[in-house]
Nanobody, 114 residues
Framework: QVQLVESGGGLVQPGGSLSLSCAAS????????MAWYRQAPGKQRELVAG???????YYLDSVKGRFTISRDNSLNTVYLQMNSLKPGDTAVYYC????????WGQGTQVTVST
């Protein structure tokens, strides 16, 4: 069974940056278009950034120009570089396939606050 492990979250001030990583237990990136999702308290999980099968990339409007998704197939790892962070970016961030079809990992908490 494929396992996903997210890391890199933390507490950062508005305007700061974080780099998230998601490591998969197996070589899956050849089979799945991977993506990052987030879930803020009291809200539904939403797709933030992802690869599609075109291939191309998708970004939520509110993160365009600030977040960048990338991957290293040799390491079975997908990344999310987050710049110019805002308090509204506070959430637990998860990776999964796009659309999600793998068991969810624990996620990594991102808190943007003064």
């Amino acid at each position: 069974q494929v396992q996903l492990v997210e890391s890199g979250g933390g507490l950062v001030q508005p305007g700061g940056s974080l780099s998230l990583s998601c490591a998969a237990s197996g070589s899956i990136f050849g089979f799945y278009a991977m993506a990052w999702y987030r879930q803020a308290p009291g809200k539904q999980r939403e797709l933030v950034a992802g690869f599609t099968r075109d291939p191309s990339t998708y970004y939520l409007d509110s993160v365009k120009g600030r977040f960048t998704i990338s991957r290293d197939n040799s390491l079975n790892t997908v990344y999310l570089q987050m710049n110019s962070l805002k308090p509204g970016d506070t959430a637990v961030y998860y990776c999964n396939a796009n659309p999600p079809s793998i068991s969810w990992g624990q996620g990594t908490q991102v808190t943007v606050s003064t």
